[in-house]
């Protein structure tokens, strides 16, 4: 167990190690002047150019510069942006939850949704119930996201009107950002008709959720479908049905807990993606996210937004991969390391 | 009869001649595959089969209807878009672009992804799990990421945002060879091999390669979708093929601007995308599928 822990910790650290080496490479490997790439502030004259080198430890050795570079992350200076001058780290920290929000909320009618559909076809194997499931889902799976949410905003945004177009929240709600949250925001915030803006965020949620969910529930529904028939087919499920248990105890008892076991690391692989379409939607949405806030950096050429907004994102996916990956090992030790199942 | 045979058949059908029949069983599996092969013609011919250059800008017939529509005309297949460039060329180019740049992705992603992946595989100790691990930290790095640092040193283009999906792609083969490589090594006929005197890339190549090479087109196929659907979004975020190059993704994007005048730019594009996705995904379904049956029987 701590030897696992201590694996897993160490492996962290490296990682991490690795991605920060790779952010302090790009102020070199972009195009602009490594000073301007570190800390986004244009220098107005040589007086000043140096003194920054001098502050920021450029002119030394690079394992120095890089062991400063690291001191300045933790210490919170991440820079500023080139464009609009604020300071990096407020920026990342109010477009970041926005994302968290948008992928939180799609993961969850991903499960919540792909697993039970999953498990029904695998049950219910090579019949035309299943056939139906699955054709539906190879379909769903190919649309690419992009044309999905544009199709969705063409109907329901301005054919019929139903839904509102871009955004997180009417512009009418001025709603003081607290966490970053729209919704724990919204309750805390004083002087605002919290179901009315209750109402309208969840309206403006729904579009960007559905056309980021359906792609990975897709994905999903396959998994769970192809892990359960692997499972149908093991010796201990003929040994259950020969002890004479019904089909709901061999289904709970047996089949689900060992199905739902190797979907665990492919749920991770899902969470890449779900990030990626994701930041393709927001910018769809003008949805204020990490990945539209990227691809406006990438517009402008703001090359120390881009540093640091790559760094911020990678964090959270190797986070969020990590975790799942130490919890699934934990939950099931017996199981061999890079064990892998197919769709 | 003189000649000398172990078997009884006559004829003894290879194994992929076995994944031929189990695969041509599957109707779904076989529309697929003759779709997947409309697009592959269209990679290598369509030169010769469009009826106008894809980049030709006519003003007389801007935002013409497509053929099936009241106002449409036939000499415009798909109609035309906002500068009068004939939709159907233009898609038909742009099967070219998407399909071909996407095989040569996989292609480079595939060779690079298995030799690492089976030196990672016949590693073992500590430098093998450190390489796993990072590896499989860094796998989990967004695709868009990877193509937005790309497009930051590299500027926007269709080469660059090809060497990021690249990029992006080679773990997951690497992942996948590992885990193979690593199960046959505890064989027993690799164990036979190593008896008999072979070193490690003889046994790579002779032993270890015939078997994985099914796994490889099953993940291939898997790698295909997705390099298609990358290589289009980054077309239409722009950060991947520029504008004149007739791409399915940008020409998506530059029907958006027109979407609610002639909504046929968003929708023959987005189908174009759609099918082509879909048929990799059946055709790699139908493989997978046939592959399994004939491993099972």
Request: charged share 10%; with cysteine.
């Amino acid at each position: 167990m701590i030897n696992i822990l201590l694996r897993y910790t160490i492996l962290f650290v490296l990682t991490l190690l690795a991605l920060s080496a790779l952010s302090f490479t790009l102020i070199y490997l972009f195009p602009a002047e490594p000073i301007i790439n570190l800390t986004g502030i244009t220098p107005q004259n040589s007086i000043q150019h140096d003194a920054l080198v001098r502050q920021y430890r450029l002119d030394s050795a690079y394992l120095i510069q890089f062991w400063h570079y690291l001191e300045q992350l933790f210490s919170g200076n991440w820079g500023y942006s080139l464009i609009s001058g604020q300071p990096l780290k407020e920026e990342v920290l109010t477009a970041l939850p926005a994302t968290v929000e948008l992928s939180t909320y799609a993961m969850m009618i991903v499960i919540l949704v792909g697993i039970p559909i999953g498990c029904y076809s695998g049950l219910r194997a090579y019949t035309n119930a299943d056939f139906t499931i699955n054709s539906l889902s190879v379909t769903v799976y190919s649309v690419p996201v992009f044309w999905l949410a544009v199709l969705f905003i063409l109907t329901f945004s301005l054919q019929f009107g139903w839904l509102p177009l871009s955004g997180r929240l009417n512009l009418l709600f001025d709603i003081p950002s607290q966490t970053g949250f729209l919704f724990i925001d919204i309750l805390l915030a004083d002087d605002v008709d919290t179901s009315l803006a209750m109402r309208d965020a969840f309206l403006h949620l729904i579009l960007p959720t559905l056309s980021i969910a359906c792609i990975s529930t897709a994905a999903i529904i396959r998994i769970t479908r192809r892990s359960i028939i692997d499972v149908l087919n093991k010796p201990y499920i003929t040994a259950a049905k020969a002890r004479g248990l019904s089909n709901r105890q061999i289904f709970f008892r047996h089949v689900l807990r060992n199905a739902l076991l190797p979907i665990l690391p492919l749920m991770a692989m899902q969470i890449t993606t779900l990030i990626t379409n994701a930041m393709i939607v927001e910018t769809l949405f003008s949805w204020p996210g990490i990945g539209n806030w990227l691809i406006q950096a990438i517009y402008q050429r703001d090359y120390s937004a881009l540093r640091i907004g790559m760094l911020a994102v990678s964090t959270l996916v190797v986070i969020i991969t990590i975790s799942i990956d130490l919890f699934n090992r934990l939950i099931d030790p017996s199981r061999e390391k890079f064990e892998s199942v197919t769709i | 009869m003189s000649r000398f045979s172990l078997y009884e058949d006559e004829i003894r059908p290879s194994p992929w001649q076995h994944t031929w029949r189990e695969f041509k069983s599957s109707h779904v599996a076989l529309v697929g595959l003759a779709i997947l092969l409309l697009f592959v013609f269209f990679a290598f011919f369509a030169p010769l089969v469009t009826p106008y250059d894809p980049l030709f800008q006519n003003t007389e017939s801007i935002l013409v209807a497509p053929s099936w529509h009241p106002n449409g005309s036939i000499t415009h297949l798909f109609g035309t878009d906002a500068l009068g460039r004939d939709l159907f060329s233009r898609i038909m180019y742009g099967c070219r672009v998407t399909f071909g740049t996407s095989l040569l992705v996989v292609i480079i992603a595939m060779a690079v992804g298995v030799s690492i992946g089976t030196i990672a595989g016949m590693l073992s100790g500590v430098r093998s799990s450190v390489v796993n691990h990072l590896l499989d930290a860094l796998m989990a790095i967004p695709t868009l990421l990877i193509a937005i640092i790309i497009v930051g040193i590299l500027g926007s283009g269709l080469v660059n945002s090809m060497w990021a999906i690249t990029l992006a792609l080679i773990p997951q083969f690497i992942h996948h060879t590992r885990t193979f490589v690593r199960a046959e090594m505890k064989k027993d006929y690799i164990q036979a091999s190593t008896l008999d005197g072979a070193n490690r890339l003889q046994i790579f190549y002779y032993s270890i390669l015939p078997n994985m090479i099914e796994m490889l087109v099953v993940q291939g196929t898997l790698a295909l979708s997705i390099a298609v659907i990358d290589i289009s979004a980054l077309g239409f975020l722009n950060l991947g093929a520029q504008p004149p190059l007739p791409e399915l993704g940008a020409i998506l994007a530059a029907g958006l601007d027109v979407g609610y005048l002639s909504p046929w730019n968003i929708a023959i594009p987005g189908i174009a995308i759609f099918l082509m996705v879909l048929s990799i995904t059946v055709v790699g379904d139908g493989l997978r599928s046939a592959l399994r049956k004939r491993v099972n029987r």
